[in-house]
C-alpha cells in the first residue's frame, strides 16, 4: 500500500471512496468544495495495487481571538468498506500529521471516534479550553499538538470552513 498526495486524475476515485464509506453524498461533496475554496489542504490517498482504497484531507481552522495560530481540522477520512480494519485509515492519520507539521501547522483538531484517535495522540480539546462552533459531545472534539506547548493560553472556539456549515 502506498499513502500519497492526491493528484487531479484521483478526484473521481476519491469521490467515490467517500461515496462507498458514508451513508449520503455530504462527505464527497465536501471534499469537492474543500478542495477548490480551502487553502491550503493536505489531501492524501491510499493507494493498493493501483486502486485508490482510502483518503483523508485537512483544511484549516480558525480558533477564536488567536488568529496567528496555525490549526488544521482533519476529516473527511474514508477507506472503502472492504479494506476497512487493515490499518489503512491510521496509515493515512500518520502520514497526515507528518505532512501538517511540515507545512508548518502546530495542531491539528478532529471531531471523531473518542476509541479511536487517542493512539494518534488526540484529547479531548476541553482540556485547553477549546470548544467546537457546533454542538456535539465534548469527547469526540479532540486536538493534537504537533509542536509541544503550541496550544498553550489558546482558549476559544473553533471555526470550521463555511464548506462544513452546508452539510
Do not use: W
Amino acid at each position: 500500500m502506498l499513502i500519497r498526495t492526491e493528484e487531479p486524475t484521483d478526484y473521481a476515485a476519491v469521490r467515490a471512496v467517500n461515496a462507498s464509506a458514508f451513508e449520503t453524498p455530504a462527505e464527497a461533496n465536501l471534499v469537492d468544495i474543500l478542495r477548490k475554496e480551502a487553502h491550503p489542504v493536505i489531501s492524501l490517498v491510499a493507494e493498493d495495487h493501483g486502486a485508490i482504497v482510502g483518503h483523508i484531507m485537512f483544511s484549516p481552522v480558525s480558533l477564536s481571538n488567536h488568529a496567528d495560530l496555525m490549526i488544521m481540522g482533519l476529516g473527511p477520512m474514508a477507506v472503502v468498506p472492504e479494506h476497512q480494519r487493515k490499518g489503512i485509515g491510521s496509515a493515512l492519520v500518520k502520514a497526515g500529521l507528518e505532512k501538517c507539521k511540515e507545512f508548518g501547522f502546530g495542531a491539528v483538531i478532529v471531531l471523531g471516534h473518542s476509541g479511536y484517535y487517542p493512539r494518534f495522540g488526540f484529547s479531548p480539546s476541553v482540556r485547553y479550553g477549546i470548544g467546537c462552533e457546533y454542538e456535539l459531545p465534548q469527547e469526540a472534539f479532540m486536538v493534537v499538538e504537533l509542536l509541544p506547548g503550541y496550544l498553550q493560553g489558546a482558549k476559544g472556539i473553533v471555526k470550521y470552513h463555511a464548506a462544513f456549515n452546508d452539510g
